[in-house]
């Protein structure tokens, strides 16, 4: 080879490593968030989220439903979003147990399962215990339903199914994570009562267990590892709905303030937040309580953006969701192109306190339709139409309520109120040990009580709103970053890839 070919190799190999060194030094220089935050909206897809951003746009403008562009949510104001597939091995329609396992690892699996492969087998490593393990990373796990349920479970518990809540409670324990706030565990001595306390288990193992609002107040991080469960547990030991939450009760946001209080160190932290009760009030077709608990949720968010300022090089927020659930949509048959979200307002008390505050108290003193139904127009707005035994709320509203349904009248049409009545007579006829139902009982109840859903969905209804389920449905779910690292979670991607995102700008292996 001649000195001339020698010296124009030798100048380009020059020119090569000169042009190659920037890039390696941005790749040097790329920041790593040491503050994450993952907030999920178990059920909350984009109709939940809409649906709640213009209901609080309709109650700023008095009613009016003015179409703005304005976004009310501090999720909304994210700069950066992207969607995700929720899909799983099972079916379009998945569960909490393996869409949260795609989310915390990477990896697709059957309904019901939490971080564990299609043969039950192999377990899959999640992304809470890695960042713990090779970084150091204080974990904190927070729910508004019950801390051994399946999406905060699918963190840091590994079982073929999701209904192994004693054994996922014990790998909650044995996980060492440094924060666990909000429901209290189900099935605290086995599903046959007969095992060691779960709470006593946490106790022996090192962990703080608090059960009171004022502990909770008083607890810092030199407390240790904590498990903070709410004090006004409600259905199934879950929180409270937001919406009944009582004057000074504790709400998820503030579970997470106390969080970011006590995991906050010089190493960092990762927090995954689980607004629980927004898939439950779906599947309940609750709308005023789903919204309700979407603005819970997004309270908590707001906890953590007040964070995100003041260490805004180093914190990153993500916000997304598990699934959709109820098929939840902005647009009702009956009233056509209109909508009349402000009629959501007057729901008093979530379907579940009804429940339990009413209607258990119906069936056992044989209530008369005509004492129910001055409840549901106290609680729910609902009037009777006209006709029909009214109460005195209903006659002085009658100015404020006119009868035509498409002005978003609250009075029952003569149809509307036939179908009330007949879901009374439903619910005050049965025991409690029905077994099944046929399909007709299912379509129009589900497996609610009759007299409560029948409530909701003609509010539902008169406000524009509907549902299209009971169950979970296929739609894919946002993604909404903020901070280090946001704008990769750009873009149209499958939900593994939420584990993989921050898998890969964290580097844990």
Known sequence: MNAKKISALLLA???????????????????????????????????????????????????????TSQSNLNMMNFPVSGSAQ?????????????????????????????????????????IAEKLKSQLGYKVGILSSVNLNHATPAA???????????YEIGQEMIDSGFDYFAGGGLRKVTGADGDKQDLYELAEEAGYKVIKTKAEAEALTADDGKAIVIDETLADDDAMSYAMDLEEGEWGLADYVEKGIEVLNNDKGFFMMVEGGKIDWACHANDAAATITDTLALDDAV??????????PDETLILVTGDHETGGLTI???????DTFLTNLQNQKISYAKFDSDYVAAYKENKTDFDTVMADIT?????????????????????????ESEDTGSLVMTEYEYNKLKAAYDETMSRTGEEEEFGQEEYL???????????????????????????????????????GVGQDDFAGYYDNTDIYNKVAALTGVE
């Open 13 to 67: 190999a020059t020119m090569m490593t000169t042009c190659a060194a920037p890039a390696q030094t941005v790749m040097a220089e790329e920041k790593v968030p040491k503050y994450i935050f993952l907030f999920i909206g178990d059920g909350m897809s984009y109709p939940q989220i809409q649906t709640t951003n213009y209901y609080e746009s309709a109650l700023a403008d008095d009613g009016d439903e003015i179409l």
């Open 86 to 126: 929720t899909y799983d091995s099972t079916s379009f329609c998945p569960d909490s147990a393996s869409t949260a396992t795609s989310i915390a690892t990477g990896h697709k699996t059957y309904s019901g399962t939490i971080n564990m492969d299609e043969k039950m087998e192999t377990p899959y490593e999640t």
């Open 155 to 165: 963190f840091y518990a590994h079982q073929a199914s999701r209904n192994n809540y």
């Open 302 to 311: 707001g906890k953590a953006v007040d964070f995100y300022n003041e260490h």
């Open 331 to 337: 647009g009702f048959a009956g009233t056509d192109y």
């Open 378 to 402: 106290e609680l729910f707005g609902l009037q009777a139409p006209d006709g029909e035994a009214e109460t005195s709320n209903q006659a002085d509203s009658k100015d404020v309520h006119p």
């Open 444 to 482: 129009l109840y589900g497996s609610y009580e009759p007299l409560t859903v029948t409530i909701t969905h003609i509010l539902n209804n008169k406000s524009g709103i509907n549902f299209s389920s009971y169950a979970h449905t296929g739609l894919p779910v946002e993604v909404m970053a903020m």
